[in-house]
C-alpha cells in the first residue's frame, strides 16, 4: 500500500509531454508506462485540462495492382502529361514568337491569338484575323465587328463548335451529361 509520503509527483514538464504524447495519439498505457505516472492520473488530468487527441487519418488502402505496379503506372501517366506540356510549351512559345498559328492545339488557338494581338501588335492581330477569317473557328475568335471576344467566350465558343471531340476528349460518351458543352 502506498504511503502519503511515497506518493509519485511529476513535474509539470514531464505532464506536458504526456499531454504532448497523447495528442499525437500514443495510448494512455504506453505514456503511463514510460512516464511513470498513475493511469487513473493520467485519465483525470486528460478530462480536466480539456486534453484532445487528433484523429488519425486512414492510411491510404493499397491499389489492387499493388504499390510497385501502381507506382509504374503512375510514373508513366507523369511522363506522359510532362511530355505533352512541353511539347504544347514548343507549340505557344513558336506561335508567340511570331511564328505560324497553324500547328497550336485547337483549344489554345483563342488564347494565343489573343495574346499575339495584345503582345505583337496591331499588325500581326489583323494578319492573323485575315488568314483565318475562312476557318470555321474563325467566328469563336472574333466578333462581327472584328474584335477579339473575351478568353472565356472563345473558349466556350470553340467547345461548343467542337462538341463531339471536346467531348472525346474528356470522356463523355454519347447520351451523358447531353448539357455540356
Known sequence: MTRWNDAKIRSGDT????????????????????????L????????????????KADPAPEPLEGWDRYAERQRDLFEGRLAAARELAQDLMKAMQGGPV???????????????????????????RERAKDQPWAEAVWDEAG??????????AMMRLHRATWREEVGLPEGAAEWAP
Not at 15 to 38: C, H, K, P
Open 40 to 55: 487513473a492520473n493520467l485519465w483525470r488530468r486528460r478530462a480536466s485540462e480539456g486534453w484532445e487527441q487528433r484523429s
Open 147 to 156: 474584335r477579339l471576344r473575351r478568353p472565356a467566350a472563345q473558349d466556350m
Open 15 to 38: 505532464w506536458d509531454e504526456v499531454r504532448r504524447g497523447w495528442e499525437a495519439g500514443e495510448t494512455a498505457a504506453s505514456l503511463a508506462r514510460r512516464y511513470d505516472v498513475g
Open 102 to 128: 497553324d500547328e497550336a492545339p485547337l483549344w489554345h488557338l483563342g488564347f494565343l491569338l489573343t495574346w499575339r494581338a495584345e503582345n505583337l501588335g496591331p499588325e500581326v492581330a489583323a494578319a492573323d
